[in-house]
């Protein structure tokens, strides 16, 4: 059975604007063009839609997130806007409660960035994680930019 709170944070974030200006100046990129945000605003709307019909199974929740990932690429978008869907998508797995973050890394990174993101701070003994800036007591939001932002970083070091 579907938690009541759950379907209604599902709603709350369909209602949502996403990608919108304030998302774009806030994760410190320049907006897409306007038809490119709606496209992308539709289809976020039409997965969690999917989510709600389909709300019984978890495994049924799990496949739905993926095949929406994998089908965004289809859109042809650029990094700026794959990183804001990644954070998108994390979102909507958390309210899910869903576990798709290692098909959402590789999703974002390849397998080659993967292994870069992974082992790097084995390689070079970096005392701050990615899980120290997961544990900091700012906002979620906030928290999921500034874990993107280093995301990117690490994209470019590796000049993916």
């Known amino acids: 059975m579907v938690d009541s709170q759950q379907i209604l944070d599902l709603k709350e974030f369909r209602e949502r604007e996403k ?5 774009w100046i806030r994760i410190g990129f320049v907006p897409s063009k306007f038809n490119i945000m709606q496209q992308l605003e539709d289809y976020f709307n039409a997965c969690i839609d999917d989510v709600l019909v389909h709300s019984e199974l978890q495994s049924v929740k799990r496949r739905i997130l993926i095949k929406y990932l994998h089908q965004l690429n289809s859109l042809r978008i650029n990094k700026q806007e794959k990183l804001l869907a990644y954070i998108y998508f ?12 290692r098909q959402l890394d590789y999703w974002l990174f390849g397998l080659r960035g993967l292994l870069f993101y992974y082992f790097k701070p084995i390689l ?20 999921s930019f500034a874990i993107a932002r280093k995301k990117v970083i690490l994209l470019e070091e590796i000049g993916l």
């Open 90 to 101: 994390k979102e909507l797995a958390k309210i899910t409660e869903v576990n798709i973050e």
């Open 124 to 143: 070079y003994k970096r005392k701050k994680s990615l899980k120290d800036l997961q544990e900091s007591t700012s906002a979620p939001f906030e928290n």
């Open 19 to 23: 990608f919108s200006l304030e998302d």
